[in-house]
């Protein structure tokens, strides 16, 4: 076997194992943020490991060394087959009113994708594996529970807890059509399980730790199965040399359509894991509105490059026939319009300079973002996340293969309000493999 075929064995064997580990971790990832029990999970974002360290987003931004997953229109300009794998670390601390704390970690595989360019800079094809939404909380609540006719007090706990979330597969074309413009399209499968739990045990006031044997604890759980499709389309147009002969403005705008998921609910009730089903399972479907995104990008000279980005998702006409949290049906709704706006600079000192150093041949990337979560925690009171990114991508001994380190630190929400405020940090590591495959053998 030779190099070139070793490489590609092992980049499948690595693909595969990732995936096999994402999807198994995909609906378990630890503890994160209490607001994420909010409507369908908190809202994750993710492009391309180059835009995750320059605000998180970026519609107008093609690069040949990545695959933006934000605008299938920038497909159409791939040179070589490519897969990306990134893995995300986020430690958070909450702090409510009174000042108390709550630290909490985890980690997770965080995306998965491979593109192919089925004509140089002409027609491109791309699959990809990334979250959509996460719940992954815990709240314990700790509580008195005075028996004046048997002259005692028994202490109960209520421990609450969220895990899984939506997943999105996409897959899709671009396709350039001019020397300015490229279109593109995706198709998006939405699925996942989201799981809200509360556990409740009982306990002697002077001894915490030891059960009561005359309490048995309850386990009672809402499972809920979603699955559905929605499409994106996007578009790119590009003035090259716009004030030099090297810088380049892009344009990009997105639209995905509405989505209806089939949704499946059930609860169960029991003392452990072994639970009974209550009722029969619930049917109904949740509809998601349509979102749109606005991006411009500025490249200078092939070392400089500037993004700006804006998106909008109303989730104000958000509807479904099951309860969430923050809305009911033909009741309460504080589900809100969604915004986002970022931007970001990356700067390359060697620019297309292959020869120069290799600390030359390091991208320093810087961003940030706030971002408007759609779903209110108490009515009227809006909840922002504000975000500094920061990031370096590194070259490998392999031309078109780059390893790429991220950085994140922000802050959600208020302790006013009864509500909590987290402050956090992630650490992100993303491999980007590419190849030239498909190549037609010459005869001399």
Known sequence: MNATALRYSLLRGLLLSMLISGLSQAQHTGDGSVYSRLGLGEQMSYASSQLQAMG???????????????????????????????????????????GQRARLGSGTLHALHLSFPLQSRRLGLALAFRPYTRANYRIRS???????????TV?????????????Q??????????????IGAQADLLFGII????????????????QLPDHAPTLFATSTRLVGLRGTLGLLAQHHALWKSTDMLALGIVFTTPASLRATRVRTLGESLDRDTLTVPVRGKVDMPWAGALGLSYQLDNRWTFVLDGRYEPWSHFGSDLTFSGYEPNGENRFKDRWRLSFGIEYLPAGTDFSATYFHQIAYRIGGYVDRMYVDPQPNVALRTWAVTAGLSLPTMYPGTRLDLNFEVGMRGTTAYHLVRDVYYRVGLSVNVGERWFIKRRLN
Do not use: C, M
Not at 169 to 182: A, E, K, V
């Open 155 to 167: 202490r109960y706990q209520i421990d609450y807890a969220g895990e899984g979330g939506l997943q």
């Open 195 to 210: 799981e809200h739990t509360q556990r409740t045990t009982f306990s002697d006031p002077k001894l915490p730790a030891v």
């Open 56 to 98: 998180g987003s970026g519609v107008g931004l093609f690069n040949l060394n990545y695959l933006n997953l934000d605008n299938p229109a920038t497909w159409a300009e791939q040179v070589l087959t490519r897969a990306t794998g990134s893995v995300l670390f986020q430690r958070l601390w909450s702090t409510d009113a009174q």
């Open 169 to 182: 597969l996409n897959g899709g074309l671009g396709l350039r059509l001019t020397h300015w413009l490229s």
């Open 142 to 152: 700790a509580n008195l529970l005075v028996r004046p006719e048997l002259n005692d």
